[in-house]
């Protein structure tokens, strides 16, 4: 039986997914968390969100599926590989890990059932996609549907952040009271520095440029995320 008053969120430690727990904790009564080891060069963002779970006072939950690492080769599982720190001309950036957001809520899901929970968060966006292929709209509708025909339970993926930017994702954080958690505690930055991070990966500049934006215009850029 599928429990509507639960959640489970699928949280790296970053700025989106600390934004969606906490959206998740406004909309559920019970929150679990999902964290995934999946051969990441920087286990600081493991140790980000064990820390923010429990700051949050929801369980975490730490699944380790590093042998995605090894079948295929990418810049943040793979420390012989220089980060692309533009976007290619063509093709997908090296950070894209193929397959991660398949295999996250994919076992997301296995481990969601188990515990009676239907509705599964995840902070993906096409807004500020960076190319990723698994960040689209039209991936998580389709995978939804597949993991409802393949385990035969009404799951429903929310992805709270789908249709914002990064500067509406930093109103969203402050909406929820957690702009100062998500500033400093969070760990997105692909060379795994916590906080503002080194600055000068796609990550880093995607955040930054964010929150410069949000700064410069709160009370406008506010009111774009009203409704949420």
Known sequence: MTDRSQALVVFSGGQDS???L?????HFKEVHTVTFAYGQKHAVEIEAARQIAE??????HLTDITEIASTGKNSLTDRTIPMDEERPGSGWPNTFVP????????????YARELGISDIVTGVSQTDFSGYPDCRD????SLNVTLNLA??????????LMWLDKA??????????????VRTETVTCYNGVPGDGCGHCPSCRL???GLEKYLSDRENIQLSVSGI
């Open 18 to 20: 600390t934004t969606c």
């Open 22 to 26: 906490y959206w998740a904790l406004k």
């Open 55 to 60: 700051k949050a006072g929801t369980d975490f």
């Open 99 to 110: 397959g991660r957001n398949l295999f996250f809520l994919s076992i997301a899901a296995v």
């Open 138 to 141: 039209s991936f998580i509708r």
């Open 151 to 160: 385990m035969d339970w009404q799951f429903v993926i929310h992805t709270p």
């Open 168 to 181: 509406q994702t930093w109103a969203l954080a402050d909406r929820l009271g957690v702009f100062d958690i």
């Open 207 to 209: 955040r930054n440029e």
